[in-house]
């Protein structure tokens, strides 16, 4: 009817309009947010004191692309001020800029300046802490010899002890021999080690797990299996962190078969986790139905593997993945190596050829774990109505966010902190170990993976969802608590539970603390 027509043609409109408001909304966060606090500097200046000074100051690190945040008087000095002024800025180049023009104000003297991302990094960004002073003789006498004998040989006649007696039932290791970190690829162990150390401060921040960086001088898979059971005694869980492909897929497997602790590779399977509870809600919102997706996964190695295979495992059929030859296909394998032809194998079920420009044809949902530039708005359009676009390359996903709305897509997610749906892997680990030290897990296995799924999903009360927020905060403390709740359940319900959990899932969204 005409009526009808009139409704849907409002509604088209109004989803339009909806979509240009948000990428206006991006473009302004792209303008706002290319400078930022991980490329601030404070910078210590001599003010003349009189008026105006401050102001010329101000105007001078605007007019270069700086923004201001903290201002702080030090002290007077012969007649003049000193100040602190923190500023954001977009990298080191745009530090300099702002520093030459600070140079050039009248009555401003530059003292000294630092980069305060490496001021947070000197001496490192954790430390060791003890649980019991040790003030007295009586507590060196508990503390150390002679009294830790008797723990010693209880430990000894009963092994299983020494998970409550040592720091093994909340400790893990983050291992990783420095071949695939971050964006940055093989920078070595040594480069490697302030993000294993900040991968320790968010297990202890956001789940008061103890983790405890190990960075290994080798890149030879059995020397890593080998190093890594010698570790077993005294560590209750290892979380695997950037290690190349495909060397990964068999150190993880291996040590999983041989070791019968939780060994987690989180750049597999922790982005496989939030961007499947990503997905969840993102389908809530749209109506759609797992089942009648299609999916185009661009980027098939660690993380696109293990996030092909949950996204399966939560009823999604139709997948392809792209690497730079084109879409993978079992009917033409050619020179594809085991894991590839492993990938095309359980994929691309109507074996579709071409390049990705080709397979998006239709596509209900983009995945992006490849680079920059990868999707473009042409790209978007030939998508089925409404698509959603997760792009999570870092530092520059495959389409910025306001093209990918202005080409149509419903929801768009990305790897940046600097923009909504942020598919961060913090929501995931820290809550997911809590969950299986909780319960002295003897492994990670899919059930309690696809369960910390739900619960990061079940995080936003489905009221709450919208385009824009279809993945809870990396700051919703409440996450960790249920990812933790809903693991040890699984954990119990599958077996692989050798202990009692800590806390439970009364509703969703609501976690309840129980006592040991």
């Not at 420009?357 to 790209?379: H, M, R």
């Not at 897509?409 to 909504?420: K, L, N, Q, W």
């Not at 489905?462 to 993945?471: F, R, V």
Request: net charge neutral; charged share 25%; hydrophobic share 40%.
């Amino acid at each position: 009817s005409k009526a009808t027509v009139s409704v849907l043609n409002c509604t088209t409109r109004a989803r339009a309009h909806h979509r240009k408001a948000h990428a206006t909304m991006f473009r302004r966060m792209v303008t706002k947010l290319s400078t930022g606090a991980s490329n601030s500097i404070t910078v210590r200046l001599k003010l003349d004191h009189k008026p105006g000074t401050l102001s010329k100051v101000l105007s001078s690190i605007g007019g270069a692309g700086g923004n201001v945040g903290a201002i702080d008087i030090v002290r007077h000095e012969n007649g003049a001020l000193v100040r602190d002024i923190s500023v954001d800025t977009s990298g080191v180049e745009h530090q300099h800029k702002i520093l030459s023009e600070l140079h050039g104000v009248d009555g401003v003297q530059v003292q000294q300046w630092s980069d305060r991302t490496f001021l947070m990094h000197l001496g490192g960004k954790i430390s060791t802490g003890i649980k019991f002073p040790v003030k007295t003789r009586d507590d060196l006498s508990m503390a150390y010899t002679p009294g830790v004998a008797r723990v010693c040989m209880a430990i000894h006649e009963n092994p299983e002890k020494s998970r409550n007696l040592t720091i093994k039932k909340n400790t893990v290791a983050v291992i990783s021999d420095g071949t695939a970190v971050l964006g940055l690829g093989n920078i070595g162990p040594e480069a490697a080690m302030p993000v294993m150390e900040g991968k320790a401060m968010l297990f202890k921040e956001f789940a008061n797990v103890d983790a405890f960086p190990i960075c290994l001088n080798t890149t030879d898979t059995e020397e890593i299996i080998k190093i890594t059971k010698a570790m077993a005694p005294t560590f209750g869980g290892v979380n695997l962190e950037d290690i190349s492909a495909p060397r990964c897929f068999e150190i993880e497997r291996r040590l999983q078969e041989e070791m019968d602790i939780p060994i987690f590779h989180d750049d597999q399977h922790g982005t496989a986790v939030v961007l499947t509870a990503a997905l969840m809600n993102a389908l809530r919102l749209t109506g759609k139905k797992p089942e009648d997706l299609k999916v185009v996964i661009v980027g098939v190695g660690a993380a696109g593997t293990a996030c092909t295979k949950m996204i399966l495992r939560l009823g999604v059929t139709n997948i392809i993945g792209v690497d730079r030859h084109g879409a993978l296909s079992r009917d033409d394998m050619g020179d594809y190596g085991e894991d590839k032809a492993a990938y095309a194998n359980m994929t691309n079920p109507n074996l579709e050829k071409g390049t990705l420009s080709d397979v998006i044809q239709g596509a209900d949902l983009f995945v992006g774990l490849s680079g920059p530039g990868v999707l473009t708005k042409e790209d978007v359009k030939k998508m089925a109505s409404g698509p959603m676009v997760f792009a999570m390359s870092n530092p520059e996903p495959e389409i910025m966010p306001d093209e990918a709305l202005e080409a149509g897509a419903s929801i768009v997610a990305t790897g940046r902190s600097d923009f909504p749906n942020q598919i961060n892997n913090v929501l995931c680990f820290p809550g997911l170990f809590r969950g299986a030290l909780d319960v002295a897990a003897s492994c990670i296995n899919e059930e309690m993976k696809m369960a910390a799924a739900e619960a990061i999903a079940d995080a936003i009360p489905e009221e709450a969802l919208s385009p824009d927020y279809i993945i809870p905060s990396a700051f919703d403390r409440t996450v960790a608590k249920g990812v933790a709740a809903a693991v040890a359940r699984a954990a119990k319900k599958t077996g692989v539970a050798r202990m009692g959990g800590k806390y439970e899932l009364s509703q969703r969204g609501s976690i309840r603390e129980l006592k040991y």
